[in-house]
């Protein structure tokens, strides 16, 4: 199982960037994909989910309106659009394969990628 996360970088303040999450070694349909993400210092927070399945999507309350999540199961790749960024939006983003419906919760996600860096400058 491999998930690698791609599409990060720095862009400023009010800027967007579009993370890509490339899957292999795994049935992609089967599987929900969640997008995390980790500041220096804080824990990791779940940002949002797609589901295995009828597109079903959550969103963090605190981002809501500023990502979308797609995916194409024809290129086992799930996407994450981020617009009008924040300096508060630094921090290392991760995918992860859970559970078929999806969740904001970690615990649920038993694959993980090794995350791309995001920073943005005020």
């Known amino acids: 199982v491999q998930l690698v996360e791609s599409g990060g970088g720095l862009v400023q303040a009010g800027g967007s960037l579009r993370l890509s999450c490339a899957a292999s070694?795994?049935?992609?349909?089967?599987?929900?994909i969640g997008w995390f993400r980790q500041a220096p210092g804080k824990e990791r927070e779940g940002i949002s989910w797609?589901?295995?399945?009828?597109?079903?999507?959550d969103y963090a309350d605190s981002l809501k309106g500023r990502i979308t999540i797609s995916r194409d199961n024809t290129k086992n790749a799930v996407y994450l659009q981020m617009n009008s960024l924040k300096p508060e939006d630094t921090a290392v983003y991760y995918c992860?394969?859970?559970?078929?419906?999806?969740?904001?919760?970690?615990?649920?996600?038993?694959?993980w990628g090794q995350g791309t860096q995001v920073t943005v400058s005020s």
């Open positions: 992860a394969a859970g559970v078929s419906h999806g969740s904001l919760a970690s615990i649920w996600y038993s694959n």
């Open positions: 070694g795994f049935t992609f349909d089967d599987y929900a």
């Open positions: 797609i589901s295995s399945s009828d597109g079903s999507t």
